[in-house]
Structure formats: structure tokens, C-alpha cells
């Protein structure tokens, strides 16, 4: 099946889901917690069912990583794996503040190659293959994204995280010289917003993140022209056995990825942080 066919299929899905969680939406939050500061609804929980029982019913050779389903390891077997944030941005849909995304990837050979981020509130999908193209659907129009030409790091635009940013974030910003800069909850709203020239660099230098926050973001910003890496400058490798991203997190237009690595290195160092041992 060619990507381009499964794109549609799995924006199908991704829109159908998010009929769920404007149900749940309008609804009082049923709560629970994973870990101290990890909550998960109800929405998170019908959405994942959702598309993890769509997925397996359409693509039934497949793997899949899923934020809210038990992960047995049969994935390690397979060549292709769907990861499944149901609710990126958990935080950000318990305040009703709209900054939240269903995310679906897929990654091939360990790769991200497809992705679809969807805003179900405001009705807004970012869907990209590697290397192939992105594109940004609304309610009015199809169009295709391309990543901002802005070559140089002080002139960029930052998006920051609204509810996990950390002082070293701050002090990267200043060592680039960066004064730009905008809040957005959801690592995926967050590399749409680069992959639509609303900004230019998202840094999360910090672990926290995992496959299926990760997937389908790098694959929709690399096929607008952009980049993402841990923070020294490696790629990110999906299907592991540790879907953590102990590394940490950098995704940037592409024009100057490799200056704003070495750029960070020094603040990194400062803060005690090394890209050989888990933060």
C-alpha cells in the first residue's frame, strides 16, 4: 500500500477520534494518575481504544506503541510500527485552553515516516510523509507546508512548552540570542507551528518525551523541510525496547540545526548534562 493511501486512511481515523474527544470535551474531567505529575482522562482512554482496535483491523501485520495500552514487545518483531499519543497534551485538555492534539505515526525500519497531529477543537490537522511533503487541512482548504528559511539562530522564533518548561531551556535561549518567542502546549501543535513558519525551534532539553510523543511530529516537520534530533544532534530511532527520549528533544526549521547543537553543548555541559548517560 503506498503512503500516500494510508495518509488518508489514517486522517480518517485521526478525525473520527476526535469526534471522542469533543464529547468528553464538553463533559466534567474523570481523572486518574499515572505517576506524580502524569495525569490521564477518560478521553485519553476512549481515544487510544479507538484507534488501536481501527489499526489493528487495517493494518493487522503491523506493531503498535500506544501511550495507554500495556506494551507487550511483540513490535520488536515487526518492521513497521504505529505509535499512538491519544491526547498529547493531557494537561492542556483538563483546562480547556484547546492546546492539545491526537497524534499518530508511523515508523518504518526505526525511522518516522508518516504522521498526523489533529486540533480536534479547532478542526486543524498537520499531516506529512517524510521526504514526500506536508500539508495543513482546515474546514476551508488543503495546502502544503514549508518550513521558514530563517537561517540564523538569533533570529528565530522559539516555541516554548507551557506546562514542562526547565530553567535550561531559558539559558539555551539566551546563549542563541533568541528574544522571539511563543507558548504552545503539545509537542505536535508545537512542530506544526514550526512546519508552518509560525516558528522556527522547539528545544526540550530534558527527558520526559517518548516514541509516541515524537513519531508523528518529526515526520510531518521533516517532510515540511525541517529537522529533529536529541540534543547532540542524533537522530531519533523508534521500535526500542527504551521508548524513552533520555536525550532529550531539538526540532528546528533545518536551516541551522547543526549550529544550534553546538551552540547548546556548552550549556548542556554547565548543567551536568552528557549525550553519553541517561539524564
Known amino acids: 500500500m503506498e503512503l500516500l493511501t494510508e495518509l488518508k486512511m489514517i486522517e480518517t481515523l485521526v478525525r473520527q477520534s476526535g469526534q471522542i474527544v469533543r464529547r468528553y470535551h464538553d463533559q466534567p474531567n474523570e481523572i486518574d494518575w499515572k505517576g506524580a505529575n502524569d495525569p490521564v482522562t477518560a478521553a485519553d482512554k476512549a481515544v487510544n481504544e479507538f484507534l488501536v482496535a481501527a489499526l489493528r483491523q487495517t493494518f493487522p501485520a503491523d506493531g503498535i506503541l500506544a501511550e495507554e495500552s500495556k506494551d507487550d514487545l511483540e513490535r520488536l518483531a515487526c518492521t513497521r510500527i504505529w505509535c499512538v499519543d491519544p491526547l498529547d497534551g493531557t494537561k492542556e485538555f483538563i483546562a480547556r485552553n484547546g492546546e492539545f492534539s491526537i497524534m499518530v505515526g508511523l515508523a518504518i525500519n526505526g525511522v518516522a515516516t508518516l504522521g498526523v497531529v489533529y486540533q480536534p477543537i479547532l478542526d486543524l490537522m498537520y499531516s506529512g510523509i517524510r521526504d514526500k511533503g506536508a500539508w495543513l487541512t482546515t474546514a476551508a482548504e488543503r495546502v502544503p507546508m514549508r518550513c521558514s528559511k530563517v537561517g540564523r539562530p538569533a533570529d528565530m522564533g522559539l516555541v516554548v512548552s507551557r506546562s514542562h518548561r526547565n530553567a535550561i531551556t531559558d539559558q539555551i535561549k539566551d546563549s542563541l540570542g533568541i528574544s522571539k518567542e511563543r507558548i504552545s502546549g503539545s509537542v505536535g501543535l508545537k512542530c506544526g507551528l514550526i512546519a508552518r513558519t509560525e516558528a522556527d525551534l522547539y528545544l526540550h532539553p530534558a527527558p520526559g518525551t517518548k516514541e509516541w510523543d515524537t513519531c508523528a511530529p518529526e515526520a510531518i ?59
Not at 540534543?231 to 530511532?237: D, E, K, M, N, S
Not at 532529550?248 to 544550534?260: D, F, M, P
Request: charged content about 15%; hydrophobic content about 40%; aromatic content about 6%.
Open 221 to 279: 516537520l521533516f517532510g515540511a523541510g525541517g529537522k529533529m534530533s536529541d540534543c547532540w544532534g542524533q537522530p531519533l530511532r523508534y521500535n526500542q525496547v527504551d521508548v524513552h527520549r533520555h536525550r532529550g528533544l531539538v526540532a528546528s526549521n533545518g536551516r541551522c540545526h547543526t549550529r544550534i547543537i553546538s551552540l547548546m553543548t556548552p550549556t548542556l555541559a554547565a548543567a551536568g548534562l552528557a549525550p553519553d548517560h541517561a539524564w
